[in-house]
């Protein structure tokens, strides 16, 4: 399976952005879906997550109430809608696949053999 991040770039403060993900070479409706970033220095962290049918969602505490995730399955692709963002948003975001770890169980997707990634799309927030 492919995923392609796109939508990331230089936003001011308070301001929105919408990252894509679009996946091929399977069938997407089998995959919980995750968003996560790297910010520089740090560890790659869960960001948010969804499930397959798209009815359950998971957040980060840092991002909860601004982030909403949803997918769309006809056109395989899942997004992250990120709203008055901060500063400390500023990170590379990434996209995940996983057809065997639940969307709860984001946090231990990273390091997993059953989970798919992008390339990464570069967000940053301007104060």
């Known amino acids: 399976v492919q995923l392609q991040a796109s939508g990331g770039g230089l936003v001011q403060a308070g301001t929105s952005l919408r990252l894509s993900c679009a996946v091929s070479?399977?069938?997407?409706?089998?995959?919980?879906m995750g968003w996560f970033r790297q910010a520089p220095g740090k560890e790659r962290e869960p960001v948010a997550s969804i499930s397959k049918t798209g009815g359950d969602t998971y957040f980060a505490d840092s991002v909860k109430g601004r982030f909403s995730a949803s997918r769309d399955n006809a056109k395989n692709t899942v997004y992250l809608q990120m709203n008055s963002l901060k500063p400390e948003d500023t990170a590379v975001y990434f996209c995940?696949?996983?057809?065997?770890?639940?969307?709860?169980?984001?946090?231990?997707?990273?390091?997993?053999?059953?989970?798919?990634w992008g390339q990464g799309t570069q967000v940053t927030v301007s104060s």
């Open positions: 070479g399977r069938t997407f409706s089998i995959y919980h």
């Open positions: 995940a696949a996983n057809s065997r770890l639940g969307y709860l169980s984001v946090g231990l997707w990273d390091g997993s053999r059953s989970s798919f």
